[in-house]
């Protein structure tokens, strides 16, 4: 089965533009986990939807925000970007909240703000 | 703070030798703890995961070894090879409100020398 899709894959960006990130979980999977990964910071939780509902999120600014359709695909997005949002973000996608299953990642999101 | 923290930030291992990567944690509110994979360009995959309730897992050349008393949870590659190179991150879980939350450590770059 298809594995977890996230588009773009690269993506370069102004400062203070804002973007949109897209991620389609792998089929049947509802819960979907989104992760900025940075050579500083490493693999930092951003938020986690389930049901189109946010069940969880990182310590993150507001600028960071994300949102799940009926079908479970998450978008997330940033606003008036700042240089230090370069990062890859990832989307793992699970089959729900709550239990020890599995998180799958995608490719992810490389991200550039210049 | 739920912080995870892995050692060494970076290793060197001769074929068929034995990696071994280190992590330790602090809140007693993780109870699961899965180590991850990744290559160059792809997003982590699971490698093997284990509870608190048992003290080690075997799963091919790959080892958990954990200490609750302690802490500490480590990961062994017997025999490493050459297509082991890759970043490994170890995690824990928690449960936070009706979700999950996985928090990762910094990661240790593995290069298995030919």
């Known amino acids: 089965k298809a594995g977890v899709t996230q588009t773009p894959r690269y993506l370069i960006k102004t400062r203070g533009q804002q973007v949109t990130l897209s991620c389609s979980p792998i089929?049947?999977?509802?819960?979907v986990s989104w992760y900025q990964q940075t050579p500083g910071q490493g693999l930092q939780f951003l938020f986690e939807?389930?049901?189109?509902?946010?069940?969880n999120k990182g310590n993150f600014p507001g600028r960071f925000s994300g949102r799940q359709f009926s079908n479970s695909r998450s978008e997330m997005n940033v606003s008036t970007l700042e240089l230090g949002d370069s990062a890859l973000y990832l989307c793992a996608s699970s089959l729900s909240p709550g239990l020890n299953t599995e998180a799958f990642f995608g490719q992810g999101t490389r991200l550039t703000v210049v | 703070q739920q912080q995870v923290k892995q050692s060494p930030q970076s290793l060197i291992v001769q074929k068929g030798g034995i990696s071994i990567i280190n992590c330790a944690y602090e809140?007693?509110?993780?109870?699961?703890f899965p180590w991850y994979q990744q290559f160059p360009g792809k997003g982590p995959a699971l490698l093997i995961a284990?509870?608190?309730?048992?003290s080690e897992k075997k799963e091919g050349r790959f080892t958990i070894s954990f200490n609750k008393s302690a802490k500490q949870f480590s990961l062994h590659i017997m025999d490493s090879q050459p297509g082991d190179s890759a970043t490994y991150f170890c995690?824990?879980?928690?449960?936070?409100?009706?979700?999950?939350?996985?928090?990762f450590g910094s990661g240790t770059q593995l290069t298995v020398l030919p």
């Open positions: 089929s049947g999977h509802r819960s």
């Open positions: 939807y389930f049901s189109e509902t946010q069940r």
């Open positions: 809140n007693t509110a993780f109870d699961y």
């Open positions: 284990i509870r608190p309730d048992v």
């Open positions: 995690a824990a879980s928690r449960k936070a409100g009706s979700a999950r939350q996985l928090t």
